[in-house]
């Protein structure tokens, strides 16, 4: 089976507690369960990992599921890491896992990453028909030796526990200040610049044309505040989501305007942090109009970025 081989490379040098899940994000929630699982490795003198799915168990359960990931996988991996974990392990979820029994998954756990302690969130479930529950996983942590530690969910600024599904649901609102809050940071996405129209060239705003990896969740069609980070630097920024009505467009771009800078950015790499939403996308009813709107947007990016230095 596929998943002996991704964990067989991660065996640690002695007894292990152990998280698992998909920790698409890694939101306060995503932090807090990590906090928790190194404190008590410590106390307990164990090595602390981390079982990630390098893809969303939901794409392999859910035909036609429709992958919007808040993280890479890459910065998903290098955000654990920096949780002070001594290993994260990356293991692909595939049709055999998905059918493999919670007895069987733990027992690999046990077998191959020495685990004494699955530390996991209050909802948590793992195995064929998430069967394993917490109430089964402590029954079967009795049978092959190891222990099961709950922690409670971290609440969201309206009571509610922090969860991916409602980050993404809050970003489709155009609710950023709600998914940074629950993130613990400023959303981001990042990409290749690649030739657009030019029509922010001619509307005296050039624009740079972000393409980013297609399963990405992707903030609702607006005008946002945004930091750009270009080649380890970072730059004020207006963001538009959206289709360009005015002119007619069907297909969406994202297009940063980045203040003071006028270097070729074709092909290079760039990273969109969102602060805010500015306003939604409309036609104008002359080019004229959206010149005066995007000055006008232009100022509202410095004067919140600048208000937050």
Request: proline share 3%; aromatic share 8%.
């Given at each position: 089976?596929?998943?002996?081989?991704?964990?067989?490379?991660?065996?640690?040098?002695?007894?292990?507690?152990?998280?698992?899940?998909?920790?698409?994000?890694?939101?306060?929630?995503?932090?807090?369960?990590?906090?928790?699982?190194?404190?008590?490795?410590?106390?307990?003198?164990?090595?602390?990992?981390?079982?990630?799915?390098?893809?969303?168990?939901?794409?392999?359960?859910?035909?036609?599921?429709?992958?919007?990931?808040?993280?890479?996988?890459?910065?998903?991996?290098?955000?654990?890491?920096?949780?002070?974990?001594?290993?994260?392990?990356?293991?692909?979820?595939?049709?055999?896992?998905?059918?493999?029994?919670?007895?069987?998954?733990?027992?690999?756990?046990?077998?191959?990453?020495?685990?004494?302690?699955?530390?996991?969130?209050?909802?948590?479930?793992?195995?064929?028909?998430?069967?394993?529950?917490?109430?089964?996983?402590?029954?079967?942590?009795?049978?092959?030796?190891?222990?099961?530690?709950?922690?409670?969910?971290?609440?969201?600024?309206?009571?509610?526990?922090?969860?991916?599904?409602?980050?993404?649901?809050?970003?489709?609102?155009?609710?950023?200040?709600?998914?940074?809050?629950?993130?613990?940071?400023?959303?981001?996405?990042?990409?290749?610049?690649?030739?657009?129209?030019?029509?922010?060239?001619?509307?005296?705003?050039?624009?740079?044309?972000?393409?980013?990896?297609?399963?990405?969740?992707?903030?609702?069609?607006?005008?946002?505040?945004?930091?750009?980070?270009?080649?380890?630097?970072?730059?004020?920024?207006?963001?538009?989501?959206?289709?360009?009505?005015?002119?007619?467009?069907?297909d969406i771009a994202i297009e940063s305007h980045v203040l003071d800078f006028d270097q070729d950015l074709y092909d290079k790499g760039m990273e969109l942090e969102f602060v805010s939403r500015i306003r939604e996308e409309k036609k104008y009813d002359s080019i004229h109009e959206l010149q005066e709107q995007i000055g006008r947007d232009v100022q509202e990016v410095k004067k919140v970025l600048c208000k937050g230095e």
């Amino acid at each position: 089976m596929s998943v002996d081989r991704f964990l067989v490379s991660h065996t640690p040098s002695r007894e292990s507690a152990v998280a698992v899940g998909v920790f698409d994000g890694m939101h306060l929630g995503h932090k807090y369960l990590m906090s928790r699982l190194c404190l008590e490795a410590r106390r307990s003198r164990l090595s602390s990992g981390v079982v990630t799915f390098s893809n969303h168990p939901a794409s392999i359960l859910k035909p036609g599921f429709n992958t919007e990931y808040l993280t890479p996988l890459d910065d998903r991996i290098n955000m654990l890491h920096e949780t002070g974990v001594d290993f994260v392990a990356p293991i692909r979820f595939d049709a055999d896992l998905s059918r493999l029994p919670a007895a069987e998954f733990a027992g690999l756990l046990k077998k191959y990453l020495k685990m004494s302690l699955l530390v996991v969130g209050d909802d948590f479930a793992m195995g064929r028909d998430r069967e394993g529950d917490i109430s089964v996983l402590s029954e079967i942590g009795s049978d092959i030796g190891f222990n099961v530690l709950v922690i409670d969910s971290v609440s969201d600024s309206v009571g509610g526990a922090i969860r991916s599904t409602e980050i993404r649901r809050n970003l489709a609102f155009g609710k950023i200040d709600e998914a940074n809050k629950s993130l613990g940071r400023n959303f981001t996405i990042k990409g290749f610049v690649v030739k657009g129209h030019g029509r922010g060239s001619d509307l005296g705003f050039p624009t740079a044309n972000l393409s980013i990896q297609s399963d990405m969740v992707v903030p609702q069609n607006g005008i946002y505040v945004t930091w750009a980070w270009i080649e380890g630097r970072r730059y004020m920024s207006a963001t538009s989501i959206g289709v360009r009505p005015t002119f007619g467009d069907n297909d969406i771009a994202i297009e940063s305007h980045v203040l003071d800078f006028d270097q070729d950015l074709y092909d290079k790499g760039m990273e969109l942090e969102f602060v805010s939403r500015i306003r939604e996308e409309k036609k104008y009813d002359s080019i004229h109009e959206l010149q005066e709107q995007i000055g006008r947007d232009v100022q509202e990016v410095k004067k919140v970025l600048c208000k937050g230095e």
